[in-house]
């Protein structure tokens, strides 16, 4: 995940730019550089690599001042090179960019028309050329970023330069975080408290849609509406900062709001972001007759939810299996088959001997983990990284998350190759996966309405989830979370099959959690809905609020933002997240380390 920095104050800024860029080094990355006002211009240095490539060019060509701003980029639009690296330049505009802006090519493209040249493939880069034209045009600073910010579609993070404007720093944030940092004379944003860490531990968090001017004084706060606003300042100690849990009470809350960028950086590892393509480079799924998927837990369910995408997109049969199963029963397998290991850790004892087993027994194998060096990473044929950071909380969110949306998009590359899907169809399957991000931070804004419903859903003993299709892995999921921090009982199946034997548990004390988009089975599972609610039971309906409810059903309702059925499994995984999290927060339980688990399973 990108890392950003500014400092404006008295002292050299440049070593204190890059002393704060190491300390987002673990976050990854491919090209880093900064920007600083030299006698009132703005200069860049940018290089492609690790930062020792970054002070290699420094070393060369320095940079003499006292305000700039820094970034690590993870390449998304454009290749990792030195022009797609941030930060990025437009007349007396420079900036640095989190996160995905949706509606950059009509940006671009309408900017293009009107004399802009562009240097790079960035989506971030439209965004300096945007701001620059209605600086041009006479509006001032403050004024003309509101407006830029208000055409802006998707997630971002930004800290921006203004050439005329001595010691100002501008930021805003939309679904990616941003700190102001309070010193004595100076001040500062980061992406984190860890990038701030090095110079102050008085922070303020930046709500969702805040924008921000600071300057060697101090800092002016403005919520989306324009209204100005104060946040409070918090004190946060430098082991706070190291781990970094920020303003979340705990990792776990912390980690489902780091989605939108986990998803996203996971997203362009197999996607084209700028031709709207995905990349069909990895995996020749044109030689392969069928899929076996091998996990464990959480990593389990996002194998069904791939399962059902690998089928329906490319027509490609797929298996999934928990690994301590496979691993005993002599499973057949023909040649053909590409044997698939997920895990976070790259190290769960089951799934690796199962890869292992699979190798062994002639099978091409694929590992989709976390840790990039881990023991599967090592072990398999080819290497499908999920880019979700590290992961504290043992109840696992963004790593799921980050294992579906690799999987999501792998289906739409296997649909490409096998010719399923056409050129109409990827450009709007790929669309889909572009606009998760934002749909998944919007969807984490609404954890108000979730926390009032899992008060009461704390009360209880036993909790069923249904779904239908892609939901019915990710209702398992979310019972399997609740169980895991609650320590409430809870099953997940598929709302088919309440008739064939879970209906027998419904009563007035047992919740059912449905799980319920706006797709081709939304009436099936309503039905479902109707025959609980006719006996009495409590219904929590996690549908957008365009949908319907279920004729005469008293329920209450979780609305996530309507979204395309592929990504439905990313958008809705963020309300049972939450919900499993606030139950757990109202019973008292340790969310974080929860009795009995480990976050990685490493023995049988």
């Not at 309408?110 to 050329?129: I, K, N, R, W, Y």
């Not at 043992?394 to 190759?417: D, E, P, R």
């Amino acid at each position: 995940m990108c890392g950003i920095i500014g400092v404006t104050g008295e002292g050299p800024v440049v070593p204190r730019l890059l002393d704060s860029l190491k300390r987002l080094e673990y976050r990854g990355y491919d090209s880093a550089g900064v920007a600083a006002v030299v006698d009132g211009r703005i200069e860049r240095r940018r290089a492609k690599g690790k930062i020792r490539a970054l002070e290699e060019v420094l070393a060369d060509e320095p940079l003499k001042a006292t305000v700039g701003i820094g970034h690590t980029r993870w390449a998304t639009h454009g290749a990792p090179n030195v022009p797609n690296a941030h930060p990025h330049q437009a007349g007396r505009v420079t900036l640095v960019h989190n996160g995905i802006i949706e509606n950059f090519a009509e940006l671009k493209a309408e900017l293009a028309a009107q004399g802009h040249v562009f240097e790079s493939q960035t989506d971030t880069e439209v965004v300096a050329h945007l701001l620059d034209q209605t600086l041009s045009k006479g509006a001032a600073p403050l004024d003309a970023f509101k407006a830029t910010l208000d055409r802006l579609t998707g997630a971002y993070a930004l800290a921006v330069l203004i050439e005329g404007e001595d010691g100002l720093i501008l930021g805003a944030r939309r679904g990616s975080p941003l700190v102001v940092g309070w010193g004595e004379g100076e001040m500062y944003l980061g992406s984190d408290a860890l990038a701030v860490g090095p110079f102050t531990q008085k922070i303020s968090y930046l709500e969702e849609g805040d924008y921000v001017a600071v300057d060697r004084s101090g800092a002016r706060m403005f919520d989306a509406g324009g209204a100005s606003v104060d946040r409070p300042v918090v004190q946060v100690s430098a082991s706070s900062a190291m781990v970094e849990k920020g303003e979340y009470r705990h990792f776990m809350e912390k980690e489902i709001h780091e989605q939108p960028d986990s998803v996203q950086h996971t997203l362009s590892e197999y996607l084209d972001l700028v031709t709207g393509k995905a990349k069909t480079g990895a995996i020749d799924f044109a030689a392969i007759d069928r899929i076996q998927i091998i996990a464990c837990g959480t990593a389990f369910y996002a194998g069904q939810i791939g399962r059902y995408t690998f089928e329906r997109i490319a027509g490609l049969p797929c298996d999934v299996e928990i690994a301590s199963e496979f691993r005993y029963r002599s499973p057949a397998l023909s040649k053909s088959t590409l044997a698939v290991a997920v895990s976070q850790s790259g190290e769960t004892a089951d799934t690796l001997a199962s890869l292992t087993w699979c190798k062994r027994e002639g099978l091409k194998t694929a590992a989709v983990v976390n840790v990039h060096s881990s023991s599967m990473a090592r072990e398999a044929d080819i290497l499908c990284p999920t880019h979700a950071g590290p992961e504290i909380g043992v109840a696992s969110t963004k790593a799921f998350t980050a294992q579906v949306a690799a999987l999501l998009a792998l289906a739409v590359a296997a649909g490409v190759q096998r010719g399923r899907v056409d050129a109409d169809k990827e450009a709007e399957l790929v669309k889909a996966l572009f606009e998760s991000p934002r749909l998944i931070a919007e969807c984490a804004e609404h954890h108000a309405d979730i926390e009032a419903v899992a008060h009461d859903l704390a009360k209880a003993r036993d909790v069923l989830f249904l779904g239908r299709g892609a939901m019915f892995p990710l209702a398992m999921e979310g019972a399997l979370k609740l169980k895991e921090i609650s320590y409430i009982h809870a099953e997940g199946y598929a709302a088919g099959e309440l008739k064939h034997g879970p209906i027998a548990l419904i009563d007035e004390e047992t919740p059912t959690v449905a799980l319920a988009p706006l797709d081709d089975v939304f009436e099936k599972t309503c039905s479902n809905l109707q025959e609980v609610s006719a006996r009495g039971g409590p219904v929590i309906m996690i549908a957008p609020e365009t949908a319907p409810a279920p004729h005469g059903a008293d329920i209450r309702r979780i609305h996530p933002p309507d979204c395309h059925p592929l990504i439905a499994p990313l958008v809705y995984a963020v309300p049972v997240q939450l919900l499993a999290y606030y139950t757990a927060v109202h019973k008292g339980t340790d969310v974080d380390q929860p009795r009995n688990l480990a976050k990685s399973v490493t023995v049988e």
